[in-house]
């Protein structure tokens, strides 16, 4: 592919967001190409980036140019993990990598199940299961937040929303850990085949499930998503159906456990804030904005260019691997006045882009919302002087991009 640029500076050779010190802390990084090179190529990701607020929303509002298609897949897949897919979904696609018109079909099928009045009832269930799993470990004074609460948090609001049993969870977990790995960086084939084995293990699981819904309809997400050819009201093929099925419960899970780590992290870091907060609950909602802003777990995704186009006087060619970073245009001075300073009462707070904008805006926004909003409020209310733990560290997320940490001690006060 022939990069055409039109100014010098758009190629940025050293920016690189598998680097430990940009896993550490993306923002410095995104400040300087903002400023000096706000859409650069990267020949050693073959890749465009995007970096300011204002190109990023143009390129989502844009999808005729921008394609979703590989908009999730960091990285290419071998022919022979390719054909292995291949022959469980066929030509199905997911919502989030499907342009107009699929995706408009699939995604009316799952809006049904979004609904803010559905959601809305979610709220005593996602109570009850947070309250349960801080009632686990609230005698202990010590926890890791991570694998003891922001995981199963959402994954079993998601068990709930799809209505498999709970219990399949840790299994659900596993597949989804192998899908996210093969979605971030180039594998070796052999790995890259058993992730895929992974995959395909997880889409007939879907799919039996799917099939207990025809003599058993419930009121669930998998009931909503029955293709009509198996007694459904579904719109969706058999494939079409497991796969998004599936997609949609990786989508909602590790994004949301992340999101919840890197909030509680923002506030160990603001005592102030953190404080106001304990004790004023109702400051919850706005503040869970300006968290949703400031750190966001999902730092951008890709999109395929379908002509050549311009952003920022930089002409990028057609057919161009882009990575539009919503973690750089949540930092843009020219949107968010002082974006490197965390206040949770910024006036435009939700204007963020952490969950993108347009036909792909997140599906699970509502819900996302309610469980942050809801594990804050608790965890606040009901560990007394939370605080990291002193004697163990956190431990970071390595993803091209989704950021957040596999493991974050913490520590209180015991009454
Ligand atoms: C803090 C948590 C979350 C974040 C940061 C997040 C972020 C995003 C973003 C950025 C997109 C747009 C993808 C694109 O650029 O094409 C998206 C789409 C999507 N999200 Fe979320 N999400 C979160 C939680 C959830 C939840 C809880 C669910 C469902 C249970 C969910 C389901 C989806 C689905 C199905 C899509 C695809 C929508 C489409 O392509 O039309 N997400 N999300």
């Not at 509680?264 to 869970?288: G, I």
């Amino acid at each position: 592919m022939t990069a055409h640029v039109n100014s010098p500076a758009a190629v940025c050779p050293h920016f690189n967001p598998m680097a430990p010190a940009h896993q550490r802390n993306p923002y410095p990084n995104y400040a300087e190409a903002r400023r000096d090179t706000p859409v650069f190529y990267s020949e050693a990701y073959d890749m465009w980036f995007v970096t300011r607020y204002a190109d990023v929303a143009a390129a989502l509002k844009q999808t005729h140019i921008f394609s979703s298609s590989g908009s999730v897949q960091g990285a290419e897949l071998s022919p022979v993990a390719q054909a292995l897919l291949q022959k469980n979904i066929g030509s199905a696609t997911i919502m989030v990598e499907s342009d107009e018109p699929n995706h408009t079909r699939i995604r009316s099928v799952l809006n049904k199940a979004f609904t803010p009045q559905r959601i809305f009832k979610l709220e005593p269930a996602i109570r009850e299961i947070a309250n349960s799993l801080i009632d686990a470990f609230s005698a202990d004074g010590h926890a890791d937040l991570v694998p003891q609460f922001a995981l199963p948090l959402p994954g079993l609001v998601i068990c709930d929303l799809f209505g498999i049993p709970r219990e399949d969870l840790p299994q659900v977990k596993r597949w989804a850990d192998d899908w996210v790995t093969l979605l971030s960086v180039a594998l070796p084939e052999e790995q890259q085949v058993a992730c895929v084995q992974s995959m395909v293990a997880f889409q007939n699981y879907l799919r039996d499930q799917l099939l207990q819904r025809q003599q058993n309809p419930r009121e669930d997400l998998l009931t909503v998503m029955l293709p009509v050819e198996y007694g459904g009201t579904a719109n969706l093929s058999m494939e079409e159906a497991f796969y998004n099925a599936m997609s949609a419960m990786v989508a909602g899970y590790e994004t949301t456990t992340n999101l919840i780590a890197n909030a509680v992290t923002m506030l160990f870091k603001h005592p102030e804030q953190y404080q106001q907060l304990r004790e004023n609950p109702a400051m919850l909602q706005h503040a869970v904005e300006e968290l949703l802003r400031i750190d966001t777990s999902i730092q951008g995704l890709f999109r395929t260019t379908t002509q050549e186009v311009t952003l920022s006087d930089v002409t990028i060619p057609a057919n161009a691997r882009v990575f539009l970073l919503y973690g750089s245009a949540n930092h843009d001075p020219a949107q968010f006045p002082n974006p490197e300073r965390f206040d949770i009462q910024r006036p435009n707070a939700r204007e963020h882009l952490t969950f993108a904008r347009g036909i792909h805006v997140c599906i699970g926004q509502a819900l996302a919302r309610l469980e942050i909003r809801v594990a804050l409020e608790l965890l606040l209310q009901r560990l007394p002087n939370l605080r990291p733990a002193t004697s163990a560290q956190p431990q970071q997320l390595e993803h091209i991009f989704l950021r957040g940490y596999t493991s974050l001690p913490i520590e209180w006060d015991q009454a």
